[in-house]
């Protein structure tokens, strides 16, 4: 077949065409958040927040991989780099009050799943058997991979009726 034949192996997505969009994360972790405090009158909070510490590192690291291409695309400084538009970022969901905070899990996601999502080792010793049987274990830690927005809400369901927060939750509201 010459080169010529092949034709065009383009596939152009359509707007609906990525069902497994983690669009809906953050509103359903910051709602989690809000139902913390009500049920807890206040007296405990939640925050689901971008953890910075990572932003350094990737800004960093991203520097150093571009180093040699940087001065060939200087310039072209009117297009952003499309790279930022899947780009991965790690989420904490804590809670706390005014002495104590605790960190449940952290979620690293891109626009699409599957996610990243690491749980405290304490909270996953009780709970890890009442994870849905979808979700996918990366090695031996902590660190599971999860594919929707179900999945992970049946993660985050089972981790926060585990020994451990209830008990933290207990202590806090003291």
């Known amino acids: 077949m010459a080169m010529s034949d092949i034709g065009s192996l383009w596939e ?31 007296a405990i ?41 899947y780009r991965k970022e790690t989420y904490g969901f804590d809670i706390y009050n005014d002495q104590y905070k605790f960190r449940i899990l952290e979620v690293t996601m891109a626009p699409v799943y599957p996610i990243a999502v690491w749980f405290d080792e304490g909270v996953l010793e009780d709970t890890l058997n009442d994870f849905p049987l ?19 809400m049946g993660c985050f369901s089972a981790a926060v009726k585990g020994k451990k927060v209830r008990y933290i939750i207990s202590r806090m509201l003291k």
Request: net charge negative; glycine share 6%.
């Open 12 to 42: 152009i997505p359509s707007g609906a065409e990525f069902e497994d969009s983690t669009a809906h994360v953050k509103d359903l972790m910051r709602d989690q958040c809000k139902y913390l405090e009500k049920q807890t009158s206040g």
């Open 45 to 85: 909070k939640a925050q689901f927040e971008r953890v910075r510490s990572f932003e350094t590192l990737t800004i960093a690291a991203r520097a150093a991989m571009h180093a040699g291409s940087a001065i060939r695309v200087q310039d072209d400084v009117r297009r952003a780099d499309a790279n930022e538009l």
């Open 134 to 152: 979808t979700v996918e274990r990366l090695g031996d830690g902590s660190k599971f991979s999860v594919a929707s927005d179900d999945e992970l």
